[in-house]
């Protein structure tokens, strides 16, 4: 079974999957993984050099100060990164889910898919 567990910034999102993850769950976190996701695969860090420039990217490491300045200033930007993170997020989640061995799988994530 997979459980979502979402909500805003300070709602206890971390708190309940910590309970789930004390039970024997295996939980995903979609902010750890956008991040490792944005920093580690080839084809979505070409996709983010191709909408946002090679500054994005600095010594072989995302820069986060450079993106947040390009997204936050700009919706447009925003929802433009939003469309190239949030489906190699949704592809991880679905690759690790399957290989998980428990009853329950657990997404913690700010928005669901």
Do not use: N
């Not at 946002?52 to 990217?57: L, M």
């Not at 991880?92 to 997404?107: I, M, P, R, S, T």
């Amino acid at each position: 079974m997979k459980v979502g567990i979402t909500g805003g910034i300070g709602s206890g999102k971390s708190t309940v999957c910590r309970l789930f993850a004390q039970r024997g769950a295996a939980v995903y976190d979609s902010d750890a993984a956008a991040k490792r996701l944005m920093s580690q695969d080839a084809p979505l860090r070409k996709a983010i050099v191709a909408r946002f420039g090679a500054a994005a990217y600095r010594h072989g490491e995302l820069d986060r100060a450079f993106l947040a300045g390009a997204v936050f200033a700009d919706p447009q930007a925003l929802a433009d990164l939003e469309a190239l993170v949030h489906p190699a997020v949704k592809s991880d989640f679905v690759a690790w889910a399957a290989a998980q061995q428990g009853d329950y799988v657990v997404l913690e994530s700010a928005i669901l898919f």
